[in-house]
């Protein structure tokens, strides 16, 4: 972490600030309003939509753009905390919840100061930029036993994308064991996924005026120096590799992590990626035709970009049948035969009663990361343009010093995880 007085001498001064982390107080505490409260930090786009929640009562607002934190002040008829710099928001002895709604480059950092400062967490995807950052950040969690919640919610109950359907009947497909195993899951335009090939970056960007609203050097803060230009920042940051990953890192989590879900690997990792896809720029994101994960027992997870692959390809085929959109699957009586399997065990999908409880959400950092590794093993062997073997158990790559270097990028001084 970086200064602010060593961030209150990493947060040796706490007690000063009369943080108590509410767990501490006891299972199931609740504030005398009988309300937990909440501090966003971003409110752009997304953090402006995430303003109320059932449960909560915004306290504190933090942006390093004067004029979006000032819009996320409009919004609250009551008088709230306002901040530039993250830090004292997370030090707000009155916030119990931080909501994360920054670009990517931040989430790690923010994730584990929150973490190290007893709050819980809701973080926006993708739930890091780089594999190590995730592991930092389940590391946090683990050593401060906080609560936290990825806030992607397609394994629950909404109708998954273009799919036509919600995950849960899913699963249970999937689980019975009609369709047979190992499967291959195919995500693509063809099959109701729309990868936003529009979130690609500008090569050779002209540098421009630092507005005098935005501190850029804090918005940039782990990331490399870069000339300040508008495209860079705000909502088209995701086309450049220092703060995203394109279409893949904007909807990877979204569209792969029911998926792992579905096919039971919340535990593991792919051991395998292969891309096909033009030569990547180092500073701007491109686009990609195909990237092909494969699990140790077989299973696959296919990417196609843009239009390619074949239109007849189903969401999940195996050896005993398919799955195609709008649910509909090519076994004779398979709905008759699948009402006779018992239902899942029901997810805990809400996170201000797991906050109150002290039990896990149904995503949370430890099946969050595995997805997100999923997204981030993609964005690795595009930017190698090259096959890369992985290992689940260490989770770095096997034996390839270039893609383990991506997996712990250096952060630009003085800022560290």
Request: with cysteine; charged share 25%; aromatic share 12%.
């Given at each position: 972490m970086t200064n602010r007085r060593t961030f209150l001498k990493a947060l040796g001064g706490v007690a000063a600030f009369s943080i108590v982390p509410r767990h501490v107080l006891g299972r199931g505490f609740i504030a005398p309003s009988d309300q937990l409260t909440k501090g966003i930090i971003g409110t752009g786009g997304m953090g402006r939509g995430h303003l109320t929640y059932a449960g909560t009562r915004l306290v504190a607002v933090c942006d390093v753009d004067k004029k979006h934190?000032?819009?996320?002040?409009?919004?609250?008829?009551?008088?709230?905390?306002?901040?530039?710099?993250?830090?004292?928001?997370?030090?707000?002895?009155?916030?119990?919840?931080?909501?994360?709604?920054?670009?990517?480059?931040?989430?790690?950092?923010?994730?584990?100061?929150?973490?190290?400062?007893?709050?819980?967490?809701?973080?926006?995807?993708?739930?890091?930029?780089?594999?190590?950052?995730?592991?930092?950040?389940?590391?946090?969690?683990?050593?401060?036993?906080?609560?936290?919640?990825?806030?992607?919610?397609?394994?629950?109950?909404?109708?998954?994308?273009?799919?036509?359907?919600?995950?849960?009947?899913?699963?249970?497909?999937?689980?019975?064991?009609?369709?047979?195993?190992?499967?291959?899951?195919?995500?693509?335009?063809?099959?109701?996924?729309?990868?936003?090939?529009?979130?690609?970056g500008k090569e050779n960007l002209e540098r421009q005026a630092i507005p005098k609203e935005l501190d850029y050097d804090m918005w940039l803060g782990p990331a490399p120096e870069r000339p300040y230009n508008a495209h860079r920042v705000h909502s088209t940051f995701r086309g450049y590799w220092d703060y995203d990953g394109g279409g893949l890192g904007d909807m990877g989590q979204h569209y792969i992590?029911?998926?792992?879900?579905?096919?039971?690997?919340?535990?593991?990792?792919?051991?395998?990626?292969?891309?096909?896809?033009?030569?990547?720029?180092?500073?701007?994101?491109?686009?990609?035709?195909?990237?092909?994960?494969?699990?140790?027992?077989?299973?696959?997870?296919?990417?196609?970009?843009?239009?390619?692959?074949?239109?007849?390809?189903?969401?999940?085929?195996?050896?005993?049948?398919?799955?195609?959109?709008?649910?509909?699957?090519?076994?004779?009586?398979?709905?008759?035969?699948?009402?006779?399997?018992?239902?899942?065990?029901?997810?805990v999908m809400d996170f201000i009663d797991c906050v109150k409880t002290r039990q896990k959400f149904a995503l949370n950092e430890m099946n969050g990361f595995r997805s997100c590794t999923i997204v981030n093993m993609g964005l690795t062997a595009l930017r190698l343009n090259r096959t890369l073997h992985y290992d689940p158990i260490k989770n770095e790559f096997i034996n390839d010093e270039a893609a383990n270097r991506l997996v712990d990028q250096p952060m630009r001084a003085p800022w560290n995880i």
């Open positions: 934190l000032a819009l996320g002040q409009a919004l609250v008829k009551d008088k709230i905390a306002a901040y530039s710099d993250f830090r004292d928001l997370i030090l707000d002895k009155n916030v119990d919840i931080v909501h994360i709604a920054t670009p990517p480059h931040w989430h790690g950092i923010m994730s584990v100061e929150a973490a190290k400062a007893g709050k819980d967490i809701w973080c926006e995807k993708p739930m890091t930029r780089t594999i190590g950052e995730g592991k930092r950040v389940m590391e946090a969690i683990k050593q401060n036993g906080n609560m936290f919640r990825l806030n992607t919610w397609f394994r629950f109950n909404d109708p998954f994308y273009g799919l036509g359907t919600p995950v849960k009947p899913l699963k249970k497909l999937v689980q019975s064991g009609m369709l047979g195993w190992p499967l291959k899951v195919t995500i693509s335009a063809h099959t109701g996924f729309n990868w936003k090939f529009f979130w690609v992590d029911p998926v792992q879900y579905f096919l039971g690997k919340d535990h593991t990792s792919p051991i395998k990626v292969e891309v096909d896809a033009p030569q990547q720029h180092p500073d701007a994101v491109g686009t990609w035709r195909s990237i092909t994960y494969t699990y140790e027992d077989g299973c696959q997870i296919v990417l196609w970009g843009g239009d390619f692959g074949d239109p007849n390809t189903p969401y999940i085929s195996g050896p005993n049948g398919n799955v195609y959109k709008n649910f509909v699957c090519d076994i004779p009586d398979w709905e008759k035969k699948l009402a006779e399997f018992p239902e899942e065990e029901p997810q």
